[in-house]
């Protein structure tokens, strides 16, 4: 069974793209916990940080890289932005394919949460 985020990246799934090359995909998260609120994936499986190799090395670069696309295409590069990566279960991963938040458009709240 495909992922949920498989599906948006196929277009099998509806998803709000903000950008995707051949790499990467993002999307602003459908439960958003702050103004904007994307998630940036690879478009091949990869379940979490822990299943990334270094033959991903192209992908994680583009996944860094897209943190700043997205930022300035959402407009918070200038005031700033949190990102944030959850890995496992003890890490709060609730799809199993590799992601990052981007949050932005207000002032984050202390701490992790």
Known sequence: MTCIFC???QGE???DI???NEYITAFRDINPAAPKHIL???NKHIASTED????DSIIASELLLAIKDVSSLENI???GYRIISNCGSHGRQEVQHLH???L???????GLG
Do not use: E
């Open 7 to 9: 599906q948006i990246i």
């Open 13 to 15: 799934m509806p998803g």
């Open 18 to 20: 903000v950008l995707q």
């Open 40 to 42: 940036i994936v690879p």
């Open 52 to 55: 990334l190799h270094r033959h």
């Open 77 to 79: 590069s200038q005031n």
């Open 100 to 102: 990052i938040h981007v």
């Open 104 to 110: 932005g458009g207000a002032p984050m709240k202390y």
